[in-house]
């Protein structure tokens, strides 16, 4: 079996309508051709797998960029194995990433994003933001939301179709609740009526109006980073953090209790008393 039948196999099977599907495909298209897409999926062992990290390495790729494609040559060969087109699975070690920057927003600059985006006539935008801002929800999640997920009552918003598979519930902040009341058409109904595209050109377009044009971490993901650090830095335990945004692991958690240098503080008065 070619490599590129696997890959052809995999997107069919896996990826396919997924939100990422066709990065990976591309992803692994270029493992592809890397390997030369004839290659038999059977040829494809460790040291194949040490040339094509150095081959990247050679164009200046990133750890990150790296680690993606392996990425996608892992989930090939664990298809492969799964069919019995290979014998064993050749061990694959990704590369160190850093943690990178956790880009969130100051309350000034939330103001300002608001304001531009009702000043361009995009109120429905901005609502949509605030609610990122105040429940941490991921893009792709909000977009998913019904009238039914959202308890006006009980003021909770219900996320069942999430990053990681995994349902959770989420308090409302006031401003929140009143956004999805306003939103609530029909229990059935999406609560909002644009797309992620149209979110992304907007929201370009609204960077460089207030002077962030160049600023490339700010984009529409940083407004879950602001209600976690706000979370964090008004003192929330980690692990609330955590059942809050709903990660796997604690330790992706652990980047926020990074940036609460107020708690850092407060132990260091402890110390002095």
Known sequence: MKIAQIADEVYRRHWRGQKSGLGSLKLAEDVCERFGNAVSIRKIDERMIDDLVLDLERDGKSNGT???RLAALSKMLRHA????????????ERKKESEGRLRWITEEEETKILD???EMGRSNVAEFCKVLIDTGARTGELFKLRGK?????????YLWQTK??????????RRALEV????KTSDDGLLFDFTQDVLNHVWRDMKYLIGLGHDEEFVPHCLRHTCASRLVQRGIDIRVVQEWLGHNSITTTMRYAKIAPKNLAQARDVLEA
């Open 66 to 68: 790296i680690n993606r």
């Open 149 to 157: 997920d959202v308890d006006l009552d009980q003021g909770m918003m």
């Open 180 to 183: 999805l009341k306003n939103n």
């Open 116 to 118: 531009k985006l009702v």
């Open 81 to 92: 194995y799964r069919r019995g087109y290979i014998d064993r699975l050749p061990i694959i």
């Open 164 to 173: 990681n598979g995994r349902s959770r519930a989420v308090p409302l902040t």
